[in-house]
């Protein structure tokens, strides 16, 4: 099957690809888009030089005119190079990079693929401390002179899996704050998932909700339990009489953990027993918050008399 090319398509095939912005544009392919339809002109791209604008008026029929300066300056190419001693391992420079030619890790030093660096100045800006030198390294020649078409034909292909993969992570992302937004209807999204054929994406979407909801049940499975060995402990005390002195009037200090303890069952479902008194509301709050199972000290203060 014969390919058929649109104007922008040819436009961009005689960009050099190093996707630098200079343009105006974000990348090569909206500035060829921009070209066609004439937003754009065709002598804004620096590092396609004087034959770069050659190349787009020949294809267009036009004249050739000068490079716009406001753009920048036809240069010898450049490569970007990260100094060791002073990269902290930022990655905001990988993030910048338009090719993937930076290699790194967070806190770990990074490191240029010169092969692949196109010399686009777009990772200087966002390097927080300055490590980045942007060197010529194609003597006196500029331009299309600095740069081959199997350069141009492999940076686009880098871009373009780049753009792809960048894609796919936004997908996945607002996937993931799908499903945290729907809760339990998600869940009910994947019963009907299997009659209904609905899209692999949704059911992977609903299939994370419902992990997320058994982690919530075993956390009140986990609490309800702590609650139980607090009550236990707490009557068997009593046995002993070595209960809590005060029941009726505590401080205001204590009421209020009690209150932020009933309020934290609340909303985690399990305040569906009544509690017995203020002090197994206090325990309570003390399982919850992984502290001892032991009923606190009561307060010098708030002491009943014997």
């Known amino acids: ?39 754009a002109n065709y002598n804004q791209c620096p590092p396609g030089g004087a034959e770069g604008v050659a ?9 050739v005119i000068p490079l716009n300066s406001a753009n920048g300056v036809e240069r010898p190419r450049p490569l970007a190079v990260i100094d060791e001693q002073l990269c902290i391992g930022c ?8 090719v993937d030619a930076i290699v790194g890790a967070p806190k770990q030093m990074h490191t240029v693929v010169a092969e692949l660096c196109t010399g686009c100045d777009l990772c200087v800006p966002p390097c927080p401390v300055d490590c980045i030198s942007m060197p010529p390294v194609t003597g006196e020649s500029t331009g299309w002179n600095a740069w081959s078409q199997a350069q141009a034909d492999a940076a686009r292909e880098r871009h373009d899996r780049r753009e792809a993969r960048l894609a796919r992570d936004r997908e996945a992302a607002e996937a993931r704050a799908a499903a945290r937004r729907t809760g339990g209807v998600t869940a009910l999204a994947t019963t009907d998932a299997s009659s209904n054929n609905v899209p692999a994406a949704a059911t992977s979407a609903a299939s994370a909700t419902s992990v997320t909801d058994d982690a919530d049940a075993k956390k009140r499975a986990i609490i ?20 809590p002195l005060n029941t009726e009037q505590v401080s205001a200090d204590v009421q209020a953990q009690i209150d932020a303890a009933e309020a934290r069952r609340r909303r985690l479902g399990l305040a569906g027993k009544p509690a017995e008194k203020s002090t197994e509301n206090s325990a309570e709050n003390l399982a919850e918050d992984g502290a001892k199972t032991q009923p606190p000290p009561t307060p010098a203060g708030t002491r009943n008399p014997r």
């Open 91 to 98: 990655t905001l420079c990988m993030q910048a990079c338009p």
């Open 1 to 39: 099957m014969t390919e058929i090319k649109t104007l922008a398509d040819r436009i961009e095939d005689l960009l050099p690809q190093t996707q630098c912005t200079k343009c105006g544009y974000p990348a090569c392919r909206p500035y060829a888009e921009a070209v066609a339809c004439g937003e």
């Open 224 to 243: 309800q339990a702590a609650l139980e060995r607090a009550r236990k402990k707490k009557e068997e005390l009593a046995a002993k009489g070595q209960g």
């Open 55 to 63: 190349r787009l008026a020949a294809l267009l029929g036009k004249p």
